[in-house]
């Protein structure tokens, strides 16, 4: 799996190299002309409509860490670098690092949780509407609903590998309350991981029409000391007819079984 | 101008009053039936499109046979009453063409398909065991019998959603040409236009794994699929798709079906997760070793004799 997740990285990354670069000269550009602003909708709202993608190798380790054979070194997402674990939890870290050739739920092909699916190496289609803003990606064929008609989450508590996402504005970021998550998904392949009190406040900002600023809180009191955020960029996919296609990782196994 | 259109209102409202009052019954009370429900209108989305969204099922639903519709679900309970004497009636074929409501296999194809039949309740091999046991996405036109679904539309886009496994589909308006003939998919590839008030998707790309119901009816990877969708009335959109597969099937055949609003008294439903295959623990174990014992010696038995 990390081969696979290696070369689609390597293809998207020089792809994207290319597209940073257009990007901030047509912003040079753009903003000698007075323009550079971000896509809204009819409403007036940022208009996040569109594919997207990330450009890190958190999903490997969201920690600063050196390459591996077939991952890539990288600095981490996390701010500051150190995630404050309780120390049983920091012990169970280290057990889940021994053996997440197999342990890493990824591994299964499970749903990824938040915020790993959005750093998770493959594209994702945003779709924007008055109800809520739907979030589809082709790992798997995850769906998130980030509803923001005022609605509350749900009463009590429900085990949810992407939780229950409640979305509304702060000016023109997008902040996501997401909670009701189960204990079964880790943060990264290094093994980092939460518990069912895990409560996730993203922030989605565009930063520009092809750029998005994430930012996350992650609160678990069952498993870190204080709350701590992961910061990173989400870049626009703008190749001519660019789509998402599919990755059902759980059905490989048995395809020969229907040709 | 606004006074006295606000008048007119009035006097035809008073004249209205005056009539139920005193009118004559029943012709009054039709008139006023008919005024509260106008005849249904198409309704058009912000960008132009036909307006489609909301909640929907197909009727009948269920993806037990294609051509004999009901829910796999309720199997048990029907034989049990089949056993105690009560004739089961079928609700007509989903296949209208050819109007005798049969898939059009070519020899080999129906012995495949047999096959799979009689194996769904003993199944010996991993491919006797439905697409849908194991979490595989629907692939092409299962979904709209399987679950209830939702249709939202954006500008260049309509999308369907389930509930069920959070499947999606996307179909783009944009004319753009299939992905590459390489590339296969669960869902197969799909595009859309509009002729007049009808959605019409056409699907190519398809990796034909999934299965068209559980009693093993399939396509293959070379299949072509154009489905029709268009709104009725209120209350019900008209589903047909064309599928046409020369390396399967004698002729190209159609599916029809209809589709019937859901959450009627709920329309801030929200699709809640579904997660499948991650709780799926028991497909494999559905083959029992002693059947597959069972059938390896009959096999031996009907060789010897031959």
């Given at each position: 799996m990390h081969t696979h997740f290696y070369f689609f990285r390597r293809r998207a990354f020089t792809v994207f190299s290319l597209l940073t670069l257009f990007a901030a000269t047509a912003s040079l550009g753009a903003q000698s002309a007075g323009l550079g602003a971000i896509p809204r909708t009819a409403d007036g709202k940022p208009d996040f409509s569109g594919f997207?993608?990330?450009?890190?190798?958190?999903?490997?380790?969201?920690?600063?860490?050196?390459?591996?054979?077939?991952?890539?070194?990288?600095?981490?997402?996390?701010?500051?670098?150190?995630?404050?674990?309780?120390?049983?939890?920091?012990?169970?870290?280290?057990?889940?690092?021994?053996?997440?050739?197999t342990a890493d739920p990824q591994e299964k092909s499970y749903i990824q949780g938040v915020p790993r699916i959005t750093y998770t190496p493959f594209p994702f289609q945003i779709i924007e509407t008055p109800k809520e803003i739907l979030v589809l990606y082709e790992y798997v064929h995850e769906t998130r609903h980030l509803y923001r008609d005022g609605v509350d989450h749900p009463p009590g508590h429900i085990d949810w590998w992407l939780g229950d996402s409640r979305a509304k504005w702060d000016g023109d970021t997008l902040v996501v309350d997401v909670t009701d998550f189960n204990d079964q998904t880790?943060?990264?392949?290094?093994?980092?991981?939460?518990?069912?009190?895990?409560?996730?406040?993203?922030?989605?900002?565009?930063?520009?029409?092809?750029?998005?600023?994430?930012?996350?809180?992650?609160?678990?009191?069952?498993?870190?000391?204080?709350?701590?955020k992961i910061d990173l960029i989400i870049y626009r996919h703008k190749e001519k007819g660019f789509q998402l296609l599919d990755y059902e990782g759980y059905a490989f196994d048995y395809e020969k079984y229907y040709p | 101008m606004k006074i006295r259109l606000l008048s007119s209102i009035a006097v035809a409202s008073t004249a209205m009053a005056a009539v139920l009052v005193t009118g004559v019954r029943s012709h009054s009370q039709e008139q006023t039936k008919d005024s509260a429900k106008p005849a249904w209108k198409q309704t058009?989305?912000?960008?132009?499109?036909?307006?489609?969204?909301?909640?929907?099922?197909?009727?009948?639903?269920?993806?037990?046979?294609?051509?004999?519709?009901?829910?796999?679900?309720?199997?048990?309970?029907?034989?049990?009453?089949?056993?105690a004497g009560e004739v089961r009636v079928p609700k007509p074929s989903r296949v209208v063409d050819p109007p005798d409501g049969k898939i059009p296999y070519q020899p080999w194809a129906a012995a495949k398909q047999?096959?799979?039949?009689?194996?769904?309740?003993?199944?010996?091999?991993?491919?006797?065991?439905?697409?849908?046991?194991?979490?595989?996405?629907?692939?092409?036109?299962?979904?709209?019998?399987?679950?209830?679904?939702?249709?939202?539309?954006?500008?260049?886009?309509?999308?369907?959603?389930?509930?069920?496994?959070?499947?999606y589909r996307v179909i783009p308006l944009d004319n753009s040409p299939h992905v590459g003939a390489d590339i296969k998919l669960w869902q197969g590839d799909s595009r859309g236009h509009w002729e007049g008030n009808t959605l019409v998707i056409d699907i190519a790309n398809l990796n034909a794994k999934a299965r068209l119901d559980m009693v093993g009816n399939f396509y293959s990877d070379q299949a072509h699929i154009v489905e029709r969708l268009t709104?009725?009335?209120?209350?019900?959109?008209?589903?047909?798709?064309?599928?046409?597969?020369?390396?399967?099937?004698?002729?190209?055949?159609?599916?029809?079906?209809?589709?019937?609003?859901?959450?009627?008294?709920?329309?801030?439903?929200?699709?809640?997760?579904?997660?499948?295959?991650?709780?799926?623990?028991?497909?494999?174990?559905?083959?029992?070793?002693?059947?597959?014992?069972k059938e390896n010696a009959a096999r031996a038995k009907a060789a010897e004799h031959q």
């Open positions: 997207w993608q990330v450009i890190t190798s958190a999903n490997w380790n969201i920690q600063d860490h050196r390459a591996e054979k077939g991952i890539p070194a990288g600095k981490g997402i996390v701010v500051g670098n150190d995630i404050p674990y309780q120390p049983w939890a920091l012990a169970k870290r280290q057990e889940n690092y021994k053996t997440r050739e880790w943060f990264d392949h290094a093994g980092n991981f939460h518990s069912d009190a895990l409560h996730v406040v993203e922030r989605y900002t565009l930063t520009d029409a092809d750029h998005i600023d994430y930012e996350a809180t992650i609160e678990d009191p069952k498993v870190f000391t204080k709350p701590w | 058009f989305t912000s960008d132009g499109q036909p307006d489609l969204q909301g909640f929907w099922s197909s009727n009948p639903g269920g993806t037990f046979d294609i051509t004999d519709p009901r829910a796999g679900g309720g199997r048990l309970d029907e034989l049990l009453k089949v056993r047999k096959d799979l039949e009689a194996h769904i309740d003993d199944p010996t091999k991993p491919e006797h065991i439905d697409t849908q046991a194991r979490c595989f996405l629907n692939g092409a036109t299962r979904g709209f019998f399987h679950t209830g679904f939702e249709i939202l539309q954006v500008p260049g886009n309509v999308i369907f959603l389930w509930e069920q496994n959070s499947e709104r009725v009335d209120d209350r019900t959109i008209a589903y047909e798709a064309v599928i046409t597969d020369p390396s399967v099937y004698t002729r190209p055949w159609k599916i029809a079906s209809k589709f019937v609003r859901g959450h009627i008294k709920d329309p801030n439903y929200e699709l809640w997760e579904d997660a499948c295959h991650e709780g799926e623990r028991s497909a494999d174990k559905m083959i029992i070793p002693a059947n597959v014992a």
